[in-house]
């Protein structure tokens, strides 16, 4: 069993693997996608901003660790590790770090093309 890997591999994605994509100042994602959703690992430095935004695809969430000031459809709530959230296509929502850096694990559907 070998455990090398390639941007090629169909089935394994490794950590490290793939571009990493600045989608506001501090926060970076590398994405992955299969025939119809996405996944995202975000990297989210202290005090960074995921500026209000909507999209037309359906969107959920973990947070994995950090804390988080999320904004959905003008309601904000404090989130933890463990902590997940929904999101449907063309509602607003904003993103703050809060007191350090945080990762998240967020999952698209259909596939947002312009984060791979």
Known sequence: MSSANTDDDPYFVLAGVGTAREIFPGVTLRAIAGEEMMVSVVHLEPDSVVEEHSHPHEQMGY???????????GRTRRLHPGDRWRIPGGVLHRVVAVGGPAVAIDVFHPIREDYL
Do not use: A
């Open 63 to 73: 947070l994995v660790s950090g804390c988080l000031d999320f904004t959905i459809g």
